[in-house]
């Protein structure tokens, strides 16, 4: 989203310079005025049950399960060419070498979107109170 504010009936949602969001209700009696971290803002998406999008999602599993597949191939090459050198039939370390690099380059590519598509979310339990009684969630 590239706005800083949107508007609800009676809410505001604003976007600080310190990376907090403030949440603010001009028809409540005292003005109510919450300003709540990012982290706080992705645990009560949790909570409500807000996922991935299924199109990110679905494009997330095709490029993982293509990765997979040339991650499978890479490997398949570096054992030829592992063969290939231990029976001493050309020399290929070279080639071998560049094949165990882009095998584990797939491989970390593999795990990074596996990752992406279901990210942990890490409880604070230990959020130190602010004098409003708000935790304080490092920014």
Do not use: C
């Not at 990110?56 to 030829?80: F, G, W």
């Not at 071998?96 to 882009?102: D, K, R």
């Not at 970390?108 to 409003?132: F, M, R, T, Y």
Request: glycine share 6%; charged share 20%.
């Amino acid at each position: 989203m590239t706005t800083a504010k949107q508007t609800f009936p009676s809410v505001t949602i604003e976007a600080l310079p310190n990376g907090l969001l403030r949440l603010e209700d001009p028809t409540y009696s005292e003005g109510g005025i919450i300003d709540v971290h990012p982290a706080q803002v992705q645990v009560m998406a949790a909570m409500v049950g807000f996922t991935m999008p299924d199109k990110t999602r679905a494009a997330l599993n095709r490029a993982t399960t293509r990765l997979k597949a040339l991650k499978a191939q890479m490997s398949s090459l570096e054992d030829q060419l592992r063969r290939t050198l231990i029976d001493q039939d050309a020399d290929v370390a070279a080639e071998l070498t560049a094949a165990e690099f882009i095998a584990w380059n797939l491989g970390e590519l593999v795990h990074d979107l596996e990752a992406i598509q279901s990210p942990d979310l890490e409880a604070a339990p230990d959020a130190l109170a602010n004098p409003g009684g708000q935790l304080a969630l490092p920014v």
